[in-house]
């Protein structure tokens, strides 16, 4: 999925499901929605394929319902783990949400297209595997790598309004 597509479905919830806020400002509309206020959301009312409308559904059950508790002070490898296990799950959306929803500093992705386009501009290896050798000396702290690699790839996201 595009960054603009993510983008423009996460405004779909939040426009949908989200608390609305008084912002005098105007910049702020709606506060994300809690997983028990998705917990009942249609899947079918999701414009999103079917796998991607599971892999939601399901993360959002889990953190409803208690099973999964996920947060700052998780046990990052146990979170890994518990995340792993759920369906639809893979190595990038464990890694994404280890780095952007529990702090892991060390969340490193890859895979992820705009990780590699970004090495290899910057001369650094390109394959996954290969990446993966040289960012070992980064640790732990692989996630400010993740970060600054995505800036330095050519991305619409990275460029400010003129």
């Known amino acids: 999925m595009s960054t603009a597509a993510a983008r423009t479905h996460a405004a779909r919830l939040v426009t949908a499901h989200g ?3 008084h ?3 105007g910049g702020l509309t709606h506060l994300f929605p809690t997983p028990q206020a998705l917990a009942g959301l249609d899947p079918e009312a999701l414009a999103l394929p079917r796998t991607r409308r599971r892999t939601l559904t399901t993360l959002v059950a889990a953190l409803a319902d208690g099973t999964l508790r996920l947060g700052m002070d998780t046990d990052w490898e146990r979170a890994r783990a518990e995340l792993a296990a759920l369906p639809g799950f893979g190595p990038w959306t464990v890694e994404v949400i280890a780095m952007r929803a529990l702090g ?3 969340a490193f992705l890859p895979t992820d297209l705009g990780i590699r386009r970004a090495a290899a501009q910057l001369g650094l290896p390109a394959t996954p595997a290969a990446l993966t050798a040289r960012a070992a000396r980064w640790r732990p702290w692989r996630a400010y790598a993740v970060q600054y690699l995505w800036t330095v790839d050519d991305h619409p996201i990275n460029h400010l309004p003129g």
């Open 104 to 106: 892991d500093p060390d």
């Open 19 to 21: 608390t609305p806020v």
């Open 23 to 25: 912002d005098p400002e």
